[in-house]
């Protein structure tokens, strides 16, 4: 399986960026999908999670500027943001968690994209 992350860019404060990743591979279904981010100097930290069922969960820094969405059929996930701030600079990452036939499920990552916002 493979995570392949587009969409990053610059892009000036109060702007919009929309991230895409998409999966490929021998996928059976995914669970939890998910946006982290890392800044240089800092720990990669979670953005925001939607499961298969549709609920999602943002980190308190993007609640109501960041919206995540997921389209099963495509096995591709999306993180609308929208009114970019300076401190949403990173590299931001996709994860995913796949079910496997046996054992538990397997968390696969993108390779992470570039987002920089600037004043």
């Known amino acids: 399986v493979q995570l392949q992350a587009s969409g990053g860019g610059l892009v000036q404060a109060g702007g919009s960026l929309r991230l895409s990743c998409a999966a490929s591979g021998s996928i059976m279904s995914i669970n939890v999908m998910g946006w982290y981010r890392q800044a240089p100097g800092k720990r990669r930290e979670l953005v925001a999670v939607?499961?298969?069922?549709?609920?999602?969960d943002y980190s308190d820094s993007v609640k109501g500027r960041f919206t995540i969405s997921r389209d099963s059929a495509k096995n591709t996930q999306y993180l609308q943001m929208n009114s970019l701030k300076l401190e949403d600079t990173g590299v931001y990452y996709c994860?995913?968690?796949?079910?496997?036939?046996?054992?538990?499920?397997?968390?696969?990552w993108g390779q992470g994209t570039q987002v920089t916002v600037s004043s």
């Open positions: 994860s995913e968690d796949h079910v496997q036939r046996w054992g538990p499920p397997v968390r696969y």
């Open positions: 939607i499961s298969s069922g549709g609920s999602t």
